[in-house]
């Protein structure tokens, strides 16, 4: 199968290479993480409208992810891997295809920091970053505990009726016209877990997002001292290590009560992985 779709050219991965493509990327785990987990979930047929690109095929340096719902939403997320911190060229033959065929500035997320500033070196100003560098984290089996839950407050999965409600204390929703439906999507197909007091109200949650890191993490302000933000945290790891999910949270460098948070419920820091979250200009390229 792989032979008789080789090329040498960028392009787009049909849904029967999928599998193929889904082993490869497992094993750079956890460098390919924000590549492997959606095409894990396209393989799946749980993710809809995205297209997978690679530089060549079968024997790809660089993996792209993009968003097709909503040509005019601007920028567009992209999910991407680079094998090598020298193939920032590769990555930039498929990031010009991309932004082509969209007609649209991309929101790339996933490269490591190196890759990225290889990529803005060779490209100037048509490249920028949007935001500080993130670290990637993640959590051994071994600290994945049990944390108690006050007797009236109930665990479950988030649900649509949450979705505004999760939507609006998004500190990012604002970034993205479709905020909305993507953030529905994750729900509807993705582990979470959300805690709903006795009034049934959502006062804490947290999902697996489409590219495999854990995040939204949200506890209603009057609920900051039970320690509910832990325990999201760890029943979600729970679900995702029983299901044989990695457990990856990217956190941005200069968050640190976020990193404080992670690194107080054992998480460990991955080494030489920072991940960049950088602006692709369309036609400046």
């Given at each position: ?36 987990y ?10 809809n409208n ?33 094998k ?6 590769s ?14 500035s991309?929101?790339?997320f ?14 100037g ?18 600290n ?5 839950i006050p ?21 990012y ?45 949200q ?28 457990i ?38």
């Open positions: 199968m792989l032979q008789s779709y080789f090329s040498r050219m960028p392009q787009k991965i049909p849904q029967r290479l999928y599998e193929d493509l889904e082993k490869i990327l497992e094993k750079e785990l956890p460098f390919s993480v924000q590549a492997y959606p095409v894990k979930l396209l393989r799946k047929k749980l993710l995205r297209i997978v690109w690679v530089d060549k095929w079968p024997d790809f340096k660089v993996v792209v992810v993009s968003d097709d719902r909503h040509k005019d939403v601007s920028p567009q997320r992209i999910h991407c891997f680079c090598d911190t020298h193939e920032s060229s990555l930039d033959s498929v990031l010009r295809l991309i932004s082509d065929e969209l007609s649209n991309l929101l790339m996933g490269c490591r920091s190196s890759v990225v500033d290889d990529l803005i070196k060779s490209r100003s048509s490249v920028r970053r949007v935001s500080p560098d993130a670290y990637m984290l993640t959590l051994p089996e071994e994945i505990i049990s944390l108690p007797d009236d407050f109930k665990i479950t999965n988030l649900k649509e009726h949450h979705l505004d409600t999760v939507v609006q204390e998004w500190p929703s604002g970034v993205f016209s479709d905020s909305k439906e993507w953030i529905k999507e994750m729900i509807a197909v993705l582990p979470s877990v959300c805690i709903e007091n006795k009034e049934g109200q959502p006062i804490a949650w947290v999902l697996q997002q489409d590219y495999g890191c854990i995040g939204m993490l506890v209603k302000s009057e609920y900051k001292r039970a320690k509910l933000g832990s325990a999201v945290t760890m029943l979600l790891a729970q679900k995702l290590r029983e299901e044989g999910s990695h990856y949270s990217a956190i941005n460098v200069e968050n640190s009560q976020s990193l404080a948070f992670h690194e107080k419920n054992g998480f460990h820091y991955l080494s030489d992985f920072l991940i960049a979250f950088v602006n692709y200009g369309y036609n400046q390229t």
